[in-house]
């Protein structure tokens, strides 16, 4: 009898040794797999929102900041640049936004939140290239019709300060001013509406 009663309980702590162990093997073959459902903290860092400080860029000056890997242009407009919009309305391809290239609360004469911040990706629709910030007026090389913006060298497509294409140049659309919401006076959160 006794040893019938030391077999029987070696066979409990045996069952429930081998099915803990077997418990054990089954959630770290699990983890891994179940791991995977989940982004990288890369992948979060590629896609995650961007805050950006607004308050050091000084009128008619441009700050650029990174989001999904694509440069972020900030520019503090002037008064004058914000005037000499709507003189432009002629010259640029699409004046009133139409192709949708900006959230919704930024299809207005100055595509943006606040008037004189104006927030784009800083990529040429035509090829992909990078244009340089040129708020110079009426530079010889850049027609009559120039009052600032932006100037791809790479095929010469031109962008009034709001980012709008002009007529007649290789970029087929207007920049495109990415998803972004003001979290105070001075901080724009890039990436969310």
Known sequence: MDNQEINSGRRRFLTLATCGAGGVAALGVATPFVASFFPSEKAKAAGAPVEIDVSKIESGQMLTAEWQGKPIWVVNRTEQQLKDLKGLNGAVADPNSDVDHQPENCKNETRSIKP??????????????????????????????????????????????????????????????????????????????
Do not use: Q
Request: charged content about 15%; overall charge negative; some cysteine.
């Open 116 to 193: 004189n911040i104006l927030v784009t990706i800083g990529i040429c629709t035509h090829l992909g290239c990078s244009p340089t910030f040129r708020p110079d007026i009426a530079p010889a090389d850049l027609g009559a019709d120039w009052k600032g913006g932006f100037y791809c060298p790479c095929h010469g497509s031109k962008f009034d300060m709001a980012g709008r294409v002009y007529k007649s140049v290789p970029a087929p659309t207007n920049l495109v001013v990415p998803p972004h919401k003001y979290m105070s006076d001075t901080t724009i959160l890039v990436g969310e509406d």
